[in-house]
Structures are given as structure tokens and as C-alpha cells.
Nanobody, 127 residues
Framework: QVQLVESGGGLVQAGGSLRLSCAASGRTFSYYAIGWFRQAPGKEREFVSSIIWSGGSTYYADSVKGRFTISRDNAKNTVILQMSSLKTEDTAVYYC????????????????????WGQGTQVTVSP
């Protein structure tokens, strides 16, 4: 099990950037793939991006591809989601989540694959 805490959310104008951080506790952080999800009011939680345990592979939802970048630093137990060219439709609560690596290149994408979740951070993009 790993505990996750998100930070970095806030209010930004459309076209701007934000950098979200996911800080994890536990000595086995590098055993986990990490994902970012988001949930807008009245909508289901949706996948945004994920990164394998080593950081060597990443995956993005089509809606954020080319605008968001996920990275991790296992020495600091941190995963970063750099968001650029933000749109009003990116407004949501953003959650990071952890999935224990099943294989060397395991990169989860489904909500059900993630067992541990943070409390979320609000991102609001104004017109």
C-alpha cells in the first residue's frame, strides 16, 4: 500500500500552465505504476495519464496528448503532471493513483487497476 498526496492545483486562465505533484509515502514507491485521473462536476472519473514504475514508458488520454507531460522521480517518491495549453474543459478535481507493477512494462489505464488514491486537487481553468 502507498499513501498519495496531490498538490499544485489552482485557478489558471485558458492557455496557461499548471504543475501538479503527487507525493507518495512508503519505501516501495518504485514498485508502483502511477496514474492521473480527473473528475469534473456531474461526470465520471476519467483517465488522464500514467507512467510505469521506472518512468520509461508513459500513456496519455487523447484529450491531453501533446499538452500534458507525466514524469516521476523515484528517489523523491514524486510524480509530476505538467499541464500546458490548458482549456476550460480541463477543469476538474485531479487525482493521482497507484497500481502495483505486475510486469516490467505494466502501464495501467483503467480506473479499476488502481488500488490506492490521493484526495485530489482542484484545477480550474477560466475562459
Amino acid at each position: 500500500q502507498v499513501q498519495l498526496v496531490e498538490s499544485g492545483g489552482g485557478l489558471v486562465q485558458a492557455g496557461g500552465s499548471l504543475r501538479l505533484s503527487c507525493a507518495a509515502s512508503g519505501r516501495t514507491f518504485s514498485y508502483y505504476a502511477i496514474g492521473w485521473f480527473r473528475q469534473a462536476p456531474g461526470k465520471e472519473r476519467e483517465f488522464v495519464s500514467s507512467i510505469i514504475w521506472s518512468g520509461g514508458s508513459t500513456y496519455y488520454a487523447d484529450s491531453v496528448k501533446g499538452r500534458f507531460t507525466i514524469s516521476r522521480d523515484n528517489a523523491k517518491n514524486t510524480v509530476i503532471l505538467q499541464m500546458s495549453s490548458l482549456k476550460t474543459e480541463d477543469t476538474a478535481v485531479y487525482y493521482c493513483a497507484a497500481a502495483k507493477a505486475r510486469t516490467y512494462n505494466y502501464i495501467p489505464k483503467l480506473l479499476s487497476e488502481f488500488a490506492d488514491w490521493g484526495q485530489g486537487t482542484q484545477v480550474t481553468v477560466s475562459p
